[in-house]
């Protein structure tokens, strides 16, 4: 059975850093491209960073690049997001999704953490 | 960026009865799209892919179609645990790929 399960989230102040965890199971982690998507207090999904199987390719949301860093390391199944420079509108639910084989929808997604970015 | 708009915001529907939700793209997406489900409190769950593909473990009560700017979610008899929130996604434009803003289907 897939697992995601993110940690890392709480509250922080505006400019201040943090880093999210997502520890994965259940499948062969190394053969995946992996995703970081928000969800604002209830407002829709937004795509915020992807890496390939390998690292080779990482891509970016406008709204976070130069601030985040996603990362993983697939000798511990783990996928990370460092984020610094955090502000207001970073609040949000995290989840760490699963990119499809071959393809660039999310199959498998963690059940989210969150990040309040509040002074 | 390509904007996803569905319609309508809030739908409602009573158990039993089908559902059709829509999907539009600003731009054609080709056949690049992808329906969630999401309930109170959980993650999304893929349910569509490639506009018509159901995901593993999807009933076939829910179907896709559409293709190039115009997708169609129906849910052919709903039952309970189908009220939530359903949102679409386009991924041609990857890795720019973007949401709609989600139809919260209810009961009626």
């Known amino acids: 059975e897939v697992q995601l399960v993110e940690s890392g989230g709480g509250l922080v102040k505006p400019g201040g850093s943090l880093r999210l965890s997502c520890a994965a199971s259940?499948?062969?982690?190394?053969?995946?491209?992996m995703n970081w998507v928000r969800q604002a207090p209830g407002k829709g999904l937004e795509w915020v960073s992807s890496?390939?199987?390998?690292?080779?390719?990482?891509y970016y949301a406008d709204s976070v690049k130069g601030r985040f860093t996603i990362s993983r390391d697939n000798a511990k199944n783990s996928l990370y997001l460092q984020m610094n420079s955090l502000r207001a509108e970073d609040t949000a639910v995290y989840y760490c999704?699963?990119?499809?084989?071959?393809?660039?929808?999310?199959?498998?997604w963690g059940q989210g953490t969150l990040v309040t970015v509040s002074s | 960026e390509i904007v996803m708009t569905q319609s309508p915001a809030t739908l409602s529907v009573s158990p039993g009865e089908r559902a059709t939700l829509s999907c539009r793209a600003s731009?054609?997406?080709?056949?690049?799209l992808a329906w969630y489900q999401q309930k109170p409190g959980q993650a999304p769950r893929l349910l569509i892919y490639?506009?018509?593909t159901r995901a593993t473990g999807i009933p076939a009560r829910f179907s896709g179609s559409g293709s190039g700017t115009e997708f169609t979610l129906t849910i052919s008899s709903l039952q309970s645990e189908d009220f939530a929130v359903y949102y679409c996604?386009?991924?041609?434009?990857?890795?720019?790929?973007?949401f709609g803003q989600g139809t919260k289907l209810e009961i009626k």
């Open positions: 999704a699963r990119g499809a084989a071959m393809d660039y929808y999310f199959d498998y």
């Open positions: 259940g499948f062969t982690f190394s053969s995946y491209s």
């Open positions: 890496i390939s199987s390998s690292s080779s390719y990482i």
């Open positions: 731009q054609s997406v080709s056949s690049n």
């Open positions: 490639g506009a018509s």
């Open positions: 996604q386009q991924y041609n434009n990857w890795p720019r790929c973007t």
